[in-house]
């Protein structure tokens, strides 16, 4: 940050990305959306924390200065994807697999980007507050709006690092969830784990010793998962029954029997 003096009052002045908060970013977003014509207005205010109406009635040299302080905005910040951030001299961490989430992790990220689905960037405190927690902790544990405000202070490198990695597994996910649906992946993967699950038992079995009972009850779940395998070959393998083409045709012919019948009865 550089401080500058600006109509006779001190402002701190975002040098880097670095230097730009995720209240910021949101505070950006509400004014852009009043300044339509004016974006870059919109962008100093927030960022600076200068009132618009001043950046508005100011000469263009005046504001020539700040512009140049904040050259860092005509490029994008690059994300790079991470799990783990510090604010205030603590450490926040996000679980480094998707499917790893406790459940009410899920339905509240789901609930904040319904809540907030025509301005997203009002949802990202929420979901780092969701996403990221201390060491051992859990949402029963916190207060999710006193921990989402605390979240808009954390500089927006950080943020949109954790969104990129969330957003990277969650394409991955999606992805996986696709795939699984043909059946040629379905029959790799099941198969897959059901042989990792063989080798498994496989290692066990050979450090039970020679004789013992637990080498016995192994061996049991041995036979029972070859069992298993063999079903799931067969139902992978099986080919669809098509409709007979004759037997459509009967029951066609059938129904219309039926129903000339039914007339000459006088029913119809």
């Known amino acids: 940050m550089k401080q500058i003096k600006f109509n006779d009052n001190e402002y701190n002045i975002p040098e880097y990305w670095h230097d730009v908060t995720v209240g910021m970013l949101i505070k950006a977003a509400e004014l852009s959306e009043l300044l339509e014509e004016a974006p870059i207005i919109a962008i100093i205010s927030a960022y600076t924390g200068i009132p618009v109406s001043q950046l508005k009635l ?11 302080i904040m050259s860092f905005i005509t490029e994008p910040y690059e994300a790079k994807p991470k799990t783990s951030f510090t604010l205030d001299n603590i450490e926040y961490e996000c679980e480094d697999e998707l499917v790893n989430q406790k459940f009410e992790d899920f339905v509240s990220i789901q609930t904040a980007l319904y809540n907030h689905r025509d301005e997203p960037t009002r949802a990202l405190p929420r979901l780092l507050a969701i996403l ?14 006193e921990r989402s405000k605390l979240m808009e202070d954390l500089p927006m490198t950080y943020a949109k690092d954790v969104e990129c990695f969330f957003l990277h597994s969650l394409n991955a996910y999606r992805s ?8 040629d992946i379905q029959r790799e993967i099941v198969l897959a784990k059901v042989q990792e699950l063989q080798n498994t038992l496989k290692l066990h079995k050979g450090r039970s010793g020679t004789f013992s009972g637990m080498r016995f009850r192994l061996g049991i779940y041995q036979l029972q998962l070859w069992w298993v395998k063999k079903v799931l070959e067969k ?11 004759k037997t459509l045709i009967q029951t066609c012919k059938n129904w219309l029997m039926k129903m000339l019948k039914r007339k000459g009865n006088g029913k119809i």
């Open 235 to 245: 139902y992978f393998n099986s080919e669809p029954i098509k409709p007979s083409k």
């Open 176 to 183: 996986l969830t696709l795939l699984s649906s043909i059946p």
């Open 132 to 145: 990221c927690k201390k060491e051992g902790e859990t949402l029963d544990d916190i207060d999710l709006n």
């Open 58 to 68: 100011s000469k263009t040299n005046e504001v020539q200065e700040i512009i140049s």
